[in-house]
């Protein structure tokens, strides 16, 4: 079974702190995403990366960053949390997409939910 | 303007029902459109559809995609209580990104 972990499930910082938050897949899947879901919003893309050391910015990208220094690793970085940051984040990864093929689905962590006080 | 749109937001039914939840979509490189079943952890795979007008069927559970109109739905027949879940449905369009929906919660009484 692909088994994408989230090293923490509840996270509670205060405004302005770093947070670090850790994602590792075992199914050496090259694409890694980070999204994160809010009610009435849904999953929105923050960051996503193609392989090691690429990084692609989503749709809300403004206030992280990312780091891929391992394919099994992507990691998400909010450098100076802010209250508005208060969400659940969701780690997933898969195989790309190759033409003539059917890519597999997403495969996702069991979330981080971050509060900032 | 959202790409993928859900109906309804919510639905209570009671158990041995039949529920049919609705997601119409429009991207322009379409590639496939998934579902998934969220409780209160990681959304889990339901279905993947790339092909017009071909179901797919998991048990209870039932999907197809219609791409001339631009959705898909997900059939439950004989619901249970370990239905009751949010239901997202994902479009992935050319170049890796997925479009959600905001969900359609269920919610199935005994």
């Known amino acids: 079974d692909v088994k994408v972990t989230q090293s923490s499930r509840y996270l509670v910082k205060r405004t302005g702190e770093k947070v670090f938050l850790e994602c590792v897949q075992d199914?050496?899947?090259?694409?890694m995403f980070w999204y994160r879901q809010d009610p009435g919003l849904g999953l929105r893309l923050i960051y996503f990366?193609?392989?090691?050391?690429?990084?692609e910015k989503g749709d809300i990208p403004e206030g992280y960053s990312v780091s891929r220094e391992k394919k099994e690793r992507f990691s998400l970085i909010l450098e100076s949390a802010s209250t508005n940051q208060t969400s659940m984040y969701l780690c997933?990864?898969?195989?790309?997409?190759?033409?003539?093929?059917?890519?597999?689905?997403?495969?996702f962590g069991e979330g981080s939910r971050l509060t900032v006080l | 303007e959202d790409k993928v749109v859900q109906s309804p937001l919510s639905l209570v039914v009671h158990e041995g029902d039949t529920v049919t939840l609705n997601c119409s979509y429009e991207?322009?490189?379409?590639?496939?459109l998934l579902w998934y079943k969220q409780e209160k952890k990681a959304p889990t795979f339901l279905f993947m559809l790339?092909?017009?007008?071909i179901e797919k069927k998991s048990g209870r559970l039932s999907s197809i995609l219609d791409k001339k109109e631009l959705s898909s739905i997900l059939n439950i027949t004989a619901t249970q209580t370990g239905d009751s879940a949010i239901y997202l449905c994902?479009?992935?369009?050319?170049?890796?990104?997925?479009?959600f929906g905001t969900g359609t919660s269920l919610t199935v009484i005994p």
């Open positions: 994902a479009v992935e369009e050319g170049g890796n990104q997925f479009y």
């Open positions: 790339t092909s017009s007008g």
């Open positions: 199914m050496d899947h090259e694409n």
């Open positions: 991207v322009t490189n379409f590639r496939s």
């Open positions: 990366s193609y392989d090691v050391k690429m990084k």
């Open positions: 997933a990864s898969r195989k790309p997409w190759r033409v003539g093929t059917h890519t597999g689905e997403l495969f």
